[in-house]
């Protein structure tokens, strides 16, 4: 690592309509280095990282300088920026769903950046993004060229977007939450890589996460803030030894704790059997049809009233397709019985019916929010469709106490969803699904934008509305540290085939195949 400043902030502040969101931060990254910007959400990491790149909307007024190597970024003009994004910066975006565009194939998105800033095309082009997404891990590469992103999973996507952040080799990656979405393995193999290039390319890295772990094993400095306000920087050792302020003794004491509430009800909520979803794969011109792709291999699961499921396992292993398909969201093969209705058989106004009693929260939680209703109407809607007898001051009133359940001011309610933190815009979904107190709750990755202490806060809210209510959760997490923390039992997935169930104490203390041992190896579990 060298110590000259490749990237420097030097008393930069972002003030929204009057309002200071990041005050007079600074900070320096050098050629070869990793400096991690830590904070909880809504701390303004990812605003000072936008500011730096010009990338805010106008009615951002952004202050102090900003250097790139020999270059006042400052100062530069529109297309001087269109030619340093993406060429000599690299940025990794938070939520890849909604930075990949959905009437573009993956080869088409890549293959722009290179014909931009390197004038490849042709075959050229198409052989360099191959190589591209082999880098990041990404099997069958040629043909997730062809792939919509729709068709890819969460974390799928995500090794997309980092492969279309270093198409260029930058002088400069600013890495916001790139590891949200991946599971423990893969965020292992990712970092490495990204320390890879750093090392081989001198290339700076800024870190935005608020995964304290991943700090620990793969950032050489650590920059907190707290609010919008610089709290303390210094080596990794030094702050996760010494810390200087109390947030930050705060952040490294917010590790997921205890255990969940025992099981106190007999009998099964959810069964299924033998349940299986292939999808079939598009025909090409006078070619016979392939085989349809097998994601979930048939399987059986059982959940009691009052129980919590865990579901792990990679990127790309079936979990949220299981989850889908519990929902009656994709065709499925098989039984799905519950509270002793078959779900598989039901259709229409029927199914309909079923919905308030099975709520989900998915994993991207922009992309599920309407971008054109406040969040009032957004917690709101489904209780209105299915309760028409209320009136509006009781359904204020719901919508009001379930936003204070999630930890979000009552004052959020007539805010649109642009306007929040990943990590609030995650606490929405949840308000959303909770507030018609259903049976069961389907959560695909609920705490994957959030710092720990709003995990934290999130696993204490679900333990604490399952004692009261005796809501049964399917929980689905690359995280085993929340997984240990909510789930009752197990079940682990790897390319759509069950590897193994049972206990939750006993999966993790004593796993039966070597790829649970893998996965709780290369999670924060291991440490």
């Given amino acids: 690592m060298t110590t000259d400043s490749l990237f420097a902030l030097d008393d930069v502040s972002v003030v929204f309509d009057g309002k200071t969101v990041v005050n007079r931060l600074s900070l320096s990254v050098a050629a070869g280095e990793t400096l991690a910007l830590v904070g909880e959400s809504g701390s303004g990491k990812t605003v000072a990282a936008l500011a730096a790149l010009n990338l805010l909307p106008d009615n951002a007024v952004v202050s102090g300088k900003r250097r790139l190597a020999e270059l006042d970024l400052a100062g530069l003009t529109r297309r001087q920026w269109q030619t340093v994004l993406g060429n000599r910066i690299g940025f990794i975006f938070q939520e890849p769903m909604t930075s990949l565009n959905p009437l573009h194939t993956i080869g088409r998105q890549l293959g722009e950046a290179l014909r931009l800033h390197q004038g490849l095309r042709g075959p050229q082009a198409w052989q360099r993004c191959q190589e591209l997404l082999e880098q990041v891990k990404l099997p069958r590469a040629s043909e997730l060229l062809a792939a919509w992103p729709h068709q890819l999973s969460g974390g799928q996507r995500q090794r997309v977007m980092i492969a279309m952040a270093i198409a260029n080799n930058p002088q400069l990656l600013v890495a916001d939450e790139p590891t949200t979405a991946l599971d423990v393995t893969v965020q292992q193999e990712i970092l490495a890589l990204l320390a890879e290039l750093r090392d081989h390319h001198a290339m700076g890295m800024l870190f935005i996460t608020h995964d ?49 509430t025992p099981v106190t009800q007999s009998g099964s909520l959810l069964a299924a059997r033998q349940l299986g979803v292939s999808f079939q794969r598009p025909k090409r011109l006078l070619r016979r049809r392939p085989p349809a792709f097998e994601a979930l291999v048939p399987l059986d699961l059982q959940v009691a009233p009052g129980e919590t499921l865990g579901i792990v396992g990679e990127s790309g292993s079936g979990k949220t397709t299981l989850a889908l398909a519990l929902l009656r969201l994709v065709t499925s093969q098989g039984e799905i019985d519950f509270n002793g209705q078959r779900l598989d058989q039901l259709r229409g106004e029927s199914l309909r019916r079923q919905r308030k009693e099975i709520q989900v929260v998915f994993q991207d939680p922009f992309g599920s929010l309407s971008p054109r209703m406040p969040v009032a109407d957004i917690v709101s809607e489904g209780l209105r469709f299915h309760h028409p007898e209320l009136s509006d001051d009781e359904v204020n009133e719901r919508v009001r106490r379930t936003l204070r359940e999630v930890g979000l001011p009552e ?106 041992k893998a996965l709780i190896a290369a999670s924060s579990l291991a440490t």
């Fill in 212 to 260: 304290l772990n991943l700090v620990r094993r793969h950032a050489d400095r650590v920059c907190v803030l707290h609010h919008g306000e610089h709290q303390e920087t210094g080596s990794v050792q030094q702050v996760f030894s010494q810390p200087r302020s109390a947030h930050t003794r705060d952040l490294l004491d917010a590790e997921p704790v205890g255990r969940p």
């Fill in 411 to 516: 004052d959020v309610a007539e805010r649109y969803p642009h306007e929040f933190s990943g990590g609030q815009r995650q606490r929405i979904a949840v308000a959303r699904a909770i507030i018609l107190e259903p049976h069961l709750i389907i959560l695909d990755e609920p705490t994957s934008a959030l710092d720990r202490t709003i995990q934290k806060q999130l696993v204490e809210l679900l333990r604490n509305l399952q004692h009261r209510h005796g809501v049964s959760y399917v929980f689905i997490s690359h995280d085993l540290s929340v997984v240990r923390a909510m789930a009752h039992r197990i079940l682990v997935l790897k390319d759509g085939q069950l590897v193994e169930q049972g206990d939750s104490e006993q999966v993790l203390a004593n796993p039966g195949s070597d790829y649970t």
